[in-house]
């Protein structure tokens, strides 16, 4: 969450598409609630710029088959967005054709974008635990935890 605020703010848009794609897929293992991923659509759609409605293309590339099937109205809601988006007329062209082909492959069902890939899905429901956090909430980073020190006597400190 902290780096997807920084990037915002600078308008940072590799390091955005990055932070947007690790987020959808945490909202995607559960590990991250899909209410965040709808605030976080809320706000890249809310003044769209061409660059706002990428990376939110990209985003519901990414997560919207999970979204289609747990959040269908805030779906509705953010489809409804692209829509008014598309009827403004007041993109690229290209960015244009990026909300066509999304609409476009949520009429597949997201065909190609999985919610969670087989091979990936292994915790059981029962033990997964979804955290909510909000773009509001203050974050305290420990940036401590950053950096990787080797710990020489390792085996005697885990004992």
Known sequence: MLQFKRAY???????LIAAVKFIAHLVNQR???????LELLTLLLENPTDD????????VTECGCFLQ?????????VFDRFRDILHEGD??????FLIEGLFALRKAKFQGYAAIRPELDLVEKEDQ?????????????????????????FSENEK
């Open 129 to 153: 635990l979804s955290h909510e956090v909000s773009l509001s909430d203050e974050i305290n980073p420990d940036i401590a935890v950053d950096v990787f020190k080797v710990d020489p006597h």
């Open 69 to 77: 099937e747990h959040s269908p109205r805030g779906m509705r809601a």
């Open 9 to 15: 703010k600078r308008n940072d848009k590799p390091q």
């Open 52 to 59: 706002s409605v990428e990376v939110a293309v990209g985003f």
């Open 31 to 37: 590990v991250a609630h899909e209410l965040i991923a």
């Open 91 to 96: 993109i690229d062209k290209r960015v244009r």
